[in-house]
Every structure is written in C-alpha cells, then in structure tokens.
C-alpha cells in the first residue's frame, strides 16, 4: 500500500530534479534508479519495507533498473515541457501532452481516500516487488495526477519560472499579486540584486 498526498507543486518538484537548465551543463539528480527512489521516499509515502525491495531488485536486475530510470526521465521531461508551456501561456506541446495522457492511462486510478496524519491522502494498491520490479508509473502515480491536476486547476496560470537564466526552476507564484519572479529571493533573487548593484557602480 502506498499513501501519498499530493499538489500542484509536486509535479514541479519531480521536473526540478534536473536543475540550472539554463547552464551549459544541468545538474542532474536522477544519475540512476536508486535516485529516483530516494526523491520518491522523500515526496512520496512510500514505506520502507517496499524501498528496501526495490533497491535489492534494482541491484539484481540493473538493465531493467536503468530502464525504469530512463523511463522517469522521459515523464519528467514531458512535464517539464508542459509547465515551461503554461508559464508562458502558451498551448502544451502535443507529445507532452500525449506523453501525460498515456501516463495517465497506465497509472492507478484515485480510487480510495486514506486518514494521512491529522488530514487524508489518496491510496494505492500494488502487489509485491517480483522480477519486473514495479511499474514506474505506480510509484510515479502521484506526480501524474499531480501534472493533470495543474493542467486543469487555477494553478496553471501562476505557474513561473525563475527569472535567473542559469537557474530556471519552475514554482507556482502564491503571492498575492502574482508578480514573483525568482525561485527563492535569498538565493537566485540576491544574485540579481547583487548583480544590477555591480553594474550601476561600474557605469557610475
């Protein structure tokens, strides 16, 4: 069983895990599957006793690891493309778009609510690690419905991207007159204030 909450940023959170688009040389955070579990343990409610099979299955079986790998990879970046389509405004490519909605298709329905803590949280039933491991889009499932949910909810149109060139992470802007520009103003926002300082005094 697999109870996870979800939201409109967790599908932002997931295409973040390659990060500094904008520079010659991304850091990626995904480099193989036992990655993907971690960020999925850390986002996701998975219990530990079916993390500790996965990562003894992904150590038996590394091809079918790697592929289950570059399987995430693949929905990342369709969703990536789909929400760089919504901060401009822009219609969602077409095989983003395709890639999401057959996504959806193969991954568990929202069928069961479950008590989460003092709220609830939506539940997944899967049977147990065999040799195919498990479906990527089961343990994904959250960050699918997420996807859809951003596409069809009032979210869509605050969704930004960090004015910071280099940086480009992708967050959905909550402040009141929806005029955010960076992903974090102690970071990427002091760069930018920093940088125009340094400019001014150089032509002053």
Same mark, same amino acid.
């Given at each position: 069983?697999? !109870?996870?909450?979800?939201?409109?940023?967790?599908?932002?959170?997931?295409? $973040?895990?390659?990060?500094? &688009?904008? =520079?010659?040389?991304?850091?990626? $955070?995904?480099?193989?599957?036992?990655?993907?579990?971690?960020?999925?343990?850390?986002?996701?409610?998975?219990?530990? %006793?079916?993390?500790?099979?996965? =990562?003894?299955?992904? &150590?038996?079986?590394?091809?079918?690891?790697?592929?289950?790998?570059?399987?995430?990879? *693949?929905? @990342?970046?369709?969703?990536? #493309?789909?929400?760089?389509?919504?901060?401009?405004?822009?219609?969602?490519?077409?095989?983003?778009?395709?890639?999401?909605?057959?996504?959806?298709?193969?991954?568990? *329905? +929202? &069928? @069961?609510?479950?008590?989460?803590?003092?709220?609830?949280?939506?539940?997944?039933?899967? #049977?147990?690690?065999? %040799?195919? #491991?498990?479906?990527?889009? !089961?343990?994904?499932?959250?960050? !699918?419905?997420?996807?859809? %949910?951003?596409?069809?909810?009032?979210?869509?149109? +605050?969704?930004?991207?960090?004015? $910071?060139?280099?940086?480009?992470?992708?967050?959905?802007?909550?402040?009141?007159?929806?005029? &955010? +520009?960076?992903? %974090?103003?102690?970071?990427?926002? $002091? +760069?930018?204030?920093?940088?125009?300082?340094?400019?001014?005094?150089?032509?002053?």
């Amino acid at each position: 069983m697999l !109870v996870s909450q979800t939201g409109e940023d967790l599908c932002l959170s997931f295409a $973040n895990t390659l990060a500094w &688009r904008g =520079r010659a040389a991304p850091v990626e $955070n995904f480099t193989d599957f036992a990655a993907v579990l971690a960020w999925v343990e850390t986002n996701v409610a998975l219990p530990d %006793d079916l993390a500790g099979e996965l =990562r003894s299955w992904a &150590r038996e079986h590394p091809f079918k690891a790697t592929k289950a790998l570059a399987e995430a990879v *693949a929905l @990342r970046e369709a969703i990536h #493309g789909i929400a760089s389509a919504l901060t401009c405004g822009e219609p969602v490519g077409s095989q983003d778009f395709a890639a999401l909605s057959q996504a959806l298709s193969q991954a568990p *329905a +929202r &069928r @069961r609510l479950a008590r989460w803590g003092t709220g609830y949280a939506w539940q997944i039933e899967f #049977g147990s690690v065999d %040799d195919a #491991g498990l479906p990527i889009l !089961v343990l994904l499932a959250p960050v !699918v419905w997420s996807a859809a %949910d951003l596409m069809v909810g009032s979210g869509r149109g +605050r969704v930004r991207q960090c004015a $910071n060139s280099e940086c480009l992470w992708l967050f959905v802007d909550a402040s009141k007159n929806g005029t &955010r +520009r960076w992903c %974090d103003m102690a970071s990427c926002g $002091n +760069r930018a204030k920093a940088r125009r300082h340094y400019l001014k005094m150089k032509q002053g």
